[in-house]
């Protein structure tokens, strides 16, 4: 399968090879099908399963309501994660010699805080300034790509020398 989808991968690579690595372009589609899957996901949930309306929860410890953008990014990020973890790992930084929790508790790290910025981005985009939750969803994803490309590359499958 890994080899099937690099023959892919690699089939669009040659207009690019001038400008980036291989080992970058594949990044980067691998990158780009995880956002957007992302954001086909956070769409499909916010529009069709949640019908734009807010999440109520009679669960004393988690808040009583959750806003219908922001629950949508957490069903949003969790199957992304996983996405996102496995092109990673068995696709793209197969010579990382990390123990796979240990690339998995590091990505996680990097996901978490892109987890955070990213709430924090969709909070301020959505309720302060009043942008569509979906647009406001490509703007972030697209701040935040730059960031995950170096932090996966330098920290979560590193390769030790």
């Known amino acids: 399968m890994r080899k099937f989808l690099l023959k892919i991968i690699d089939f669009f690579y040659a207009p690019f090879s001038r ?6 372009f594949r990044y980067l589609v691998s990158g780009g099908t995880t956002a957007a899957s992302g954001i086909i996901i956070y769409y499909i949930v916010y529009n069709w399963i949640l019908h734009q ?10 808040p ?9 990014f957490i069903i949003e990020s969790v199957i992304t994660f996983f996405i996102g973890f ?13 123990k796979g929790r240990i690339q998995l508790f590091r990505y996680g790290s990097v996901v978490v805080t892109n987890i955070l910025l990213n709430y924090a981005m969709l909070k301020v ?6 942008f569509y939750p979906t647009v406001s969803k490509i703007i972030i994803t ?18 030790r020398k």
Do not use: R
């Open 64 to 72: 009583g309501l959750i806003t219908a953008p922001i629950a949508a």
């Open 19 to 24: 400008v980036l690595s291989l080992h970058t």
């Open 86 to 98: 496995m092109l990673n790992k068995y696709l793209i930084f197969t010579k990382s010699n990390l």
């Open 125 to 130: 985009l959505v309720e302060a300034f009043g």
């Open 53 to 62: 309306k807010d999440v109520h929860l009679d669960y004393p410890p988690l």
């Open 142 to 159: 697209t701040i935040l790509a730059v960031f995950s490309y170096f932090s996966q590359k330098h920290f979560s499958f590193k390769v």
